[in-house]
Nanobody, 124 residues
Framework: QVQLAESGGGSVQAGGSLRLSCSISGRTHSDFAMGWFRQAPGKEREFVAAIKGNGGTTYYSDSVKGRFTIFRDDAKNTVHLQMNTVNPDDSATYYC?????????????????WGRGTQVTISS
């Protein structure tokens, strides 16, 4: 079993930066694809970013491409989401997800493992 725990959420002004972290515990996961989703009140959950296992390719939604960066530190069992130039539309609960089947599964929202989320609020 794999457990995910997000941290780093909070409040920041538009134009600022925030780094989210997802700690991973449980069975071997360096080959897992890891990703982030977000869900704002009254909206559907949406894909944000994903990274292949073993330090592989990254994927981003169009809404965050060029502003957010996903990266992993398998030695520290952590995946990060660096959020730069944030705006109020980025306000949401952010969820970490993981799956051994690869990033396409994550991007479809079908990841096997999910964290409980961390709240991000961007003020204008």
């Amino acid at each position: 079993q794999v457990q995910l725990a997000e941290s780093g959420g909070g409040s920041v002004q538009a134009g600022g930066s925030l780094r989210l972290s997802c700690s991973i515990s449980g069975r071997t996961h360096s080959d897992f694809a890891m990703g982030w989703f977000r869900q704002a009140p009254g909206k559907e959950r949406e894909f944000v970013a994903a990274i292949k296992g073993n330090g592989g390719t990254t994927y981003y939604s169009d809404s965050v491409k060029g502003r957010f960066t996903i990266f992993r530190d398998d030695a520290k069992n952590t995946v990060h989401l660096q959020m730069n130039t944030v705006n109020p539309d980025d306000s949401a609960t952010y969820y970490c997800t993981a799956d051994p089947r690869g990033p396409r599964t994550l991007r479809d929202g079908a990841g096997e493992f999910w964290g409980r989320g961390t709240q991000v609020t961007i003020s204008s």
